[in-house]
């Protein structure tokens, strides 16, 4: 299967594509982009993926390796055939019982190569000759780039990186795949940058705010408003203590000592973000710096050891890590502050700041590894760790792309705020919207704008925040105007809600959607605003989709499309279905009102019963599974 891809990959690149024309124009190959393109191609239409660097994947394939996912089973289709690939490929290369399988966790964790490798095998299935990939194609988020006629883009006009010319792409329907929302921006569609205040949606961590990990309790310089500040960036980087494939970290030729310098005191302290910080003393602190200079490890309450202490690292298979920022640390490998200008700046700027990035973050793992102001054993644990050299081998063992938490919030037909992702009552349901395109899960969680303030308890911006398992509704991505684009990754939302929308299997959900909405604007000759919902849900349905999670029901139940369609309209409150059990009076009298059908409960008719025949015979729309 890697040689069908890297073909493909070559004829692209060698041909002359000056000017190309397809139904589906997908910009960015993020996994948004990837899932758009396969959906649409599961549905006849051709499409074409216009990736700026020479690798498609997006962060997956670039050390996002612990999948972001707060109840697995509540995102379905092509996300839950990308984790099933994930694990069988695991089983087959090293068998059933092995050490990599049970470190893939059922395939929710996996090598950067190894994503790769199931992103390939997806779209070499999804229909020969119906994906296009383009690498090193670069858009330009500047209208001119976009030939738009009245409300409709006609075509784009791409930078070919590799000879220099520029290239025209028409299409039917465009796709917004970037992580910044260059495409909608250029096409006039309207953003949002930065945090609303708690004032504006009343949400919760909204604004300006200083809390201890996780939860809080707020602390002093706390205020809640809004500003322009955008959460920080950083590598997923791949690290492995096996010396068998372990890379020695280098000093970068531009390091700057004083990035991390105020690093030492907090490992000679112990000093941490947890809460329980709050309550150690300064003889505490000064009994750590003892242990540690008698060769000893910390024993401050709260406070990672080693290399952990800049870096919260997951397990992978073949002893790797997804190495990501250290939330309980003031000093990790996120740089706030500096990415600001990244969602609206050119790619000369933010190609300098990957660079900045890229050599901050290699210093970072130097420093922890070597500078002698550091106790020795707390540099010899850090010294067990290196880059993998079976990753990113044309990259210096390096991630080959930048975590772009949140760029630009294109504006769409449905604001998304963290009142969507939170429960209407204690124990319940977020709200239920009837227009869902997939069921998602994960905290509000940000990560820090602004860098380390003399005094604050943490960095500005951090926050996790619990929430439920919600629906996300098609409006997020649909533009109010234009009506032949949609934007599945630069979504509709504030900060806060954007917060919770922006993990990987929620992008690769909606991107299913947006692929199967195209399809059917293309069939139907509608613009995007006006795609059949119904049908663009039995399709997502049909093909293993999630619409509404419940706790005792998944998609290989032969009524799991009946119920789905059911809840979104009120059916199912709940976060049960409990479809064998009989119905209750209480449901009975819902489930009339709602149907408009005479419903009994007489002790014996179960819920599934009741669920086949309002399905088949009530007219309400539904398709049999």
Excluded at 532 to 541: G, K, N, R, T
Aim: with cysteine; hydrophobic share 35%; glycine share 10%.
């Amino acid at each position: 299967m890697r040689k069908y891809i890297t073909l493909i990959f070559c004829l692209a690149l060698c041909c002359s594509h000056a000017k190309a024309s397809y139904d589906l124009v997908i910009v960015g190959g993020t996994p948004a982009g990837i899932t758009a393109a396969i959906a649409a191609a599961r549905e006849g239409k051709n499409c074409v993926i216009l990736e700026r660097t020479e690798h498609i994947g997006g962060l997956p394939t670039n050390g996002l390796g612990a999948t972001d996912i707060g109840t697995r089973g509540a995102t379905t289709g092509l996300f839950e055939e990308f984790v099933n690939l994930n694990k069988a490929y695991y089983i087959q290369t090293y068998g059933e019982n092995s050490q990599q399988v049970k470190d893939c966790s059922n395939g929710y964790h996996f090598e950067p190569h190894v994503a790769a490798m199931t992103f390939d095998k997806m779209i070499g299935e999804a229909g020969p000759g119906k994906i296009t990939i383009l690498t090193m194609r670069q858009f330009d988020a500047e209208p001119r780039y976009v030939n738009m006629e009245g409300g409709k883009i006609n075509s784009i006009r791409i930078l070919n990186r590799q000879t220099g010319q520029e290239e025209n792409y028409s299409g039917k329907i465009f796709l917004d795949a970037t992580y910044e929302g260059d495409l909608g921006a250029a096409a006039g569609v309207p953003y949002k940058l930065g945090r609303e205040g708690a004032d504006e949606y009343d949400e919760p961590c909204a604004g300006r705010i200083y809390r201890w990990w996780k939860h809080g309790p707020d602390e002093a310089g706390t205020t809640y408003q809004g500003d322009n500040a955008i959460q920080s960036y950083n590598y997923r980087i791949c690290l492995t203590n096996d010396p068998a494939i372990r890379v020695p970290i280098e000093k970068p030729a531009d390091y700057n000592r004083e990035d991390f310098a105020s690093l030492v005191e907090d490992v000679w302290t112990g000093r941490n973000t947890d809460v329980r910080f709050k309550n150690v003393t300064e003889a505490q602190m000064e009994s750590n710096r003892q242990k540690l200079a008698a060769g000893g490890r910390t024993s401050t309450p709260g406070d990672p050891w080693g290399i952990s202490k800049i870096s919260s690292m997951v397990r992978l298979p073949n002893s790797k890590t997804d190495a990501n920022n250290q939330h309980l640390a003031l000093i990790s490998t996120d740089l706030p502050e500096e990415n600001w200008p990244w969602p609206t700046s050119g790619w000369e700027w933010r190609d300098k700041f990957a660079e900045r990035l890229r050599s901050y973050t290699l210093g970072l793992l130097w420093f922890v590894q070597n500078d002698e102001a550091l106790p020795e054993s707390f540099r010899e644990a850090c010294r067990q760790w290196g880059l993998a050299s079976t990753e990113y081998e044309d990259n210096g063992n390096f991630p080959r792309q930048v975590y772009v938490r949140e760029g630009r919030r294109l504006e769409g037909t449905y604001f998304f705020t963290a009142h969507d992702a939170l429960p209407v009552e204690n124990g319940g349901r977020p709200p239920i919207h009837p227009s869902s395109i997939t069921a998602s899960h994960y905290a509000l969680d940000s990560h820090a704008v602004r860098k380390r303030e003399p005094g604050r308890v943490h960095l500005d911006g951090f926050f996790s925040h619990p929430t439920s398992v919600y629906t996300v509704p098609y409006g997020v991505m649909v533009p109010k105007d234009v009506e032949n684009l949609l934007f599945p990754v630069p979504v509709s939302g504030s900060h806060v809600g954007f917060s919770t929308l922006r993990m990987e299997p929620c992008w690769m959900a909606l991107g299913e959607a947006a692929g199967v909405a195209a399809s059917l604007a293309i069939e139907k000759g509608v613009k995007v605003q006006e795609v059949p919902l119904d049908e663009m849900q039995q399709i997502l349905l049909d093909n293993g989709g999630t619409l509404i999670y419940f706790k005792d029901l998944n998609n290989t139940d032969p009524d799991f499309s009946r119920v789905q369609k059911l809840a979104l309209k009120g059916f199912f409150p709940d976060w049960e279905a409990k479809l064998d059990e009989p119905i209750d009076e209480n449901t009975a009298n819902l489930w009339k009102k709602l149907s408009g059908k005479r419903i009994a409960s007489d002790g014996t008719t179960t819920r599934r019963q009741i669920v086949r025949s309002l399905s088949e015979n009530s007219g309400n729309g539904m398709k049999k599974k």
